[in-house]
């Protein structure tokens, strides 16, 4: 769970969940309101797990045939997906840039 680099106070799960969907321009912390934002190796870390997850479901397709199985995975995947992403999240206290 990400601790907030200003007032250094630990993000619930349901904190960070709710502001994962924040889109852009940082997440508020819920102790000091001071904006956060998502580190650029965790940036980096879940375009990876993505791009990993579609080449698994492609390979998947081209083994197995086009099948449902793997849609069926994919939609078992994502719940697994965001319930342990808060638990990974790293904030910092700027926007660093990806590259
Ligand atoms: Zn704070």
Redesign the pocket.
């Known amino acids: 769970m990400p601790t907030?680099q200003?007032?250094h106070?630990k993000w619930s799960w349901k904190q960070t969940f709710k502001r994962s969907f924040t889109l852009g321009g940082g997440m508020p912390?819920p102790?000091?309101e001071?904006k956060?934002y998502l580190t650029a190796r965790l940036r980096k870390r879940s375009s990876i797990i993505s791009i990993i997850l579609i080449t698994l479901i492609m390979l998947g397709n081209l083994f197995f045939g086009p099948s449902y199985i793997s849609l069926f995975v994919l939609l078992g995947l994502i719940p697994i997906y965001f319930g342990v992403y808060p638990l990974f999240v790293e904030i910092s206290n700027q926007e660093e840039p990806l590259f």
């Open positions: 907030c200003n007032c106070k912390c102790y000091c001071e956060q």
